[in-house]
């Protein structure tokens, strides 16, 4: 040990530095077991932050949520959520042992990153986790006032709408989760005239206090679907709407400084078009718009997907058509991978399949779920441990 010590010692700091923070987290890892003084730079602040911001394209992997129902069990609302870690490139390959969510429900779901992190949540289990350092932190029940019939020991046969969010608050260096919930028991859905009244609630939990705390009433519904959780801008974003017969919808963004939400306008004539996603694509809010299309389960039917860029944000008229893709077949866009050239989707019966948004290509990436459940995040490697974040207020 007091020989590495030594060869160290006879490295320039700025030297070593730019050496390390080149290196993957699993290589660093090893070499601070090598020396305390190794140890102690590689768990600094500054290089955490210097490691995390250097931009290389092996830093990146591919979180991939999926959920398979258990052979045998009658609810189809139970079974196993797996975490799986693939390679940021055309192999797709595993780079990690997969994990199983302790959550067994279908409705757990996960968002972000964050600096790294991501939010896994469900209407009983809620946490935060470093994929990266296989880092879990449990979070506080939420304090939104439920549904009778949903409390966290009770096994529910229906899928709970909740929508959620992770963000950093660089005001106060805090990380910060929100959740909205829909409370749909307390609507008349009979009373059309309520239409423009519906509400949710909304909760943000703040690390440093690990607490949950109620804030103003979102004045529309939040639509919780999977393809629709965009972070970007210090703001987390997802479909607004009113639920009227009119259809209009729009987008909702949440800033985590100042906690408050806006409104940012579809493109012109695209206000009604139901299916969409949002990605982060040329780091721009980009959209994606397709055509849901019912069919028999065995009747496949191929289509093609328009994708939107917003050159300014939060400028309607920056709206620009970027790509037209396909056709192919597609239940539901992903995420976008390997430097915005892929499109990740979820196409028939469950299968994970990847697009180039360039040559069209279209490509069976031998993974797959039970339909509708196939989730994607694309991870930089991060030191960042969420426990000693939570320790730095205790």
């Known amino acids: 040990m007091k020989e590495v010590d030594g060869q160290r010692d006879s490295l320039p700091h700025d030297v070593m530095i730019d050496i ?25 602040v500054d290089f955490i932050s210097i490691h995390y911001n250097h931009d290389c394209l092996s830093n990146y992997f591919t979180l991939f949520k999926r959920f398979i129902k258990i052979d045998g ?44 992190i991501v939010y896994i949540s469900s209407y009983r289990s809620t946490a935060l986790y470093n994929p990266t350092l296989r ?13 009778p019939d949903l409390s966290p020991v009770i096994e529910l046969n229906t899928c709970v709408i909740m929508t959620m969010g992770i963000g950093f608050d660089p005001n106060t260096n805090d990380y910060k989760v929100i959740r909205i919930l829909i409370p749909f028991h307390e609507y008349e859905w009979e009373d059309t005239d309520n239409y423009y009244k519906l509400v949710s609630k909304v909760e943000v939990y703040n690390l440093s206090t690990n607490s949950w705390r109620k804030i103003e009433d979102l004045q529309c519904l939040v639509d919780p679907w999977r393809c629709f959780n965009v972070l970007i801008n210090g703001a987390f974003h997802w479909r607004g709407t009113n639920l009227s017969p009119a259809g209009d919808n729009w987008i909702v ?38 055509t849901n299309i019912f069919y028999p389960q065995n009747v496949v039917t191929c289509q093609s997907i328009d994708i939107w860029l917003m050159k300014k944000y939060g400028v309607r008229e920056s709206w620009i058509k970027e790509f037209t893709v396909g056709p192919m077949v597609i239940e539901t866009p992903l ?17 994970l399949a990847s697009c180039n948004l360039f040559c069209g290509e279209f490509k069976d990436l031998n993974m797959s779920g039970d339909p509708n459940t196939l989730e994607i995040v694309v991870c930089k490697e991060s030191l960042i441990s969420i426990k000693k974040e939570r320790e730095k207020w205790s």
């Not at 055309?90 to 959550?103: P, V």
């Open 20 to 44: 390390l923070k080149r290196l993957p987290v699993k290589s660093l890892m090893r070499f601070k077991c090598l020396s305390r003084t190794w140890c102690d730079v590689i768990y600094s």
């Open 73 to 116: 069990n009658d609810s189809i609302y139970y079974g196993n959520n797996m975490l799986s870690f693939h390679s940021n490139d055309e192999s797709f390959k595993t780079i990690a042992s997969n994990i199983e969510y302790i959550d067994n429900y279908i409705g757990v779901s996960i968002v972000g990153p964050c600096n790294g």
């Open 135 to 147: 880092e879990f932190f449990e979070l506080p029940p939420s304090i939104l006032p439920h549904s």
């Open 253 to 290: 963004s949440f800033n985590f400084s100042t906690e408050l939400f806006q409104n940012i306008l579809f493109p012109e004539g695209l206000d009604i078009e139901p299916c969409k996603s949002l990605v982060v694509l040329n780091e721009s809010l980009a959209l994606i718009c397709y």
């Open 335 to 351: 995420s976008v991978w390997m430097n915005d050239v892929e499109l990740m989707i979820e196409s028939n019966n469950g299968k």
